[in-house]
């Protein structure tokens, strides 16, 4: 659900402050408050994050996952800005570095997450499904990941030549990622998260 104020640009949107704890992502320049998400919403995000953490040591990368708290600026088809805030963020630590001394904002003309994960809730659906799933094409996340709980399933989205191809995991079938090849992680074992 979109605030109905006076449609933002970027800049402004990175300076907008209500005075209150609310977190927005800004779409086509209009504000949309991010709900808070049930507690197996929230326990999925906190259970990934802690795995996907562990993940690159395993791998010898200097990578780090991050709940909820940053935004990567979407190119849409409009005039106005959109700002999407995934559940999941997997950055290298020299670009969460570089992000220091400014908004935590990936900008258009900066390198993309390595990957993104947004665990699908009722109210999220649609966006989830169709709008990010273009835009972060669009963005060349080379990963995206879809854990819907709602329907039983985890999807890994992987770009090739600019277009997701997606393949969809069951219970305790082995996800399986280009980013993490070693990924020993089924959708039961997040589901019990």
């Given at each position: 659900?979109?605030?109905?104020?006076q449609?933002l640009?970027f800049?402004a949107?990175l300076?907008?402050?209500?005075?209150t704890?609310?977190?927005?992502?800004?779409?086509?320049g209009?504000?949309c408050?991010?709900?808070?998400?049930t507690?197996?919403h929230?326990a999925?995000?906190?259970?990934?994050?802690?795995?996907?953490e562990?993940?690159?040591?395993?791998?010898?990368q200097?990578?780090?996952a991050?709940p909820?708290?940053?935004g990567?600026?979407?190119?849409?088809?409009t005039r106005?800005?959109?700002?999407r805030?995934p559940?999941?963020?997997?950055?290298p630590?020299?670009?969460l570095?570089a992000?220091?001394?400014?908004e935590?904002?990936?900008?258009l003309?900066?390198?993309?997450?390595?990957?993104?994960?947004?665990?699908?809730?009722?109210?999220?659906?649609?966006?989830?499904?169709?709008?990010?799933w273009?835009?972060y094409a669009?963005?060349n996340?080379?990963?995206?990941?879809?854990?819907?709980?709602?329907?039983?399933?985890?999807i890994?989205c992987?770009?090739?030549?600019?277009?997701y191809?997606?393949?969809v995991?069951?219970?305790?079938a082995?996800?399986?990622?280009?980013?993490?090849?070693s990924?020993?992680?089924s959708?039961?074992?997040?589901?019990?998260?």
């Amino acid at each position: 659900m979109a605030i109905r104020t006076q449609r933002l640009t970027f800049e402004a949107y990175l300076a907008y402050n209500d005075h209150t704890d609310t977190r927005y992502e800004l779409v086509d320049g209009e504000l949309c408050p991010m709900s808070l998400g049930t507690g197996k919403h929230t326990a999925i995000i906190r259970f990934l994050s802690k795995y996907l953490e562990q993940q690159p040591e395993a791998l010898q990368q200097n990578w780090v996952a991050i709940p909820a708290m940053v935004g990567v600026r979407s190119p849409r088809g409009t005039r106005w800005d959109t700002v999407r805030i995934p559940d999941i963020t997997l950055l290298p630590h020299a670009q969460l570095k570089a992000l220091e001394a400014r908004e935590c904002v990936i900008d258009l003309h900066e390198l993309p997450p390595l990957l993104v994960v947004e665990v699908v809730s009722e109210s999220t659906k649609s966006v989830d499904y169709r709008a990010k799933w273009v835009e972060y094409a669009a963005l060349n996340i080379p990963e995206y990941w879809m854990i819907d709980y709602l329907d039983q399933v985890a999807i890994v989205c992987v770009l090739d030549e600019g277009r997701y191809q997606d393949t969809v995991f069951r219970e305790g079938a082995l996800i399986a990622s280009p980013t993490f090849p070693s990924l020993n992680l089924s959708p039961a074992q997040v589901w019990m998260a």
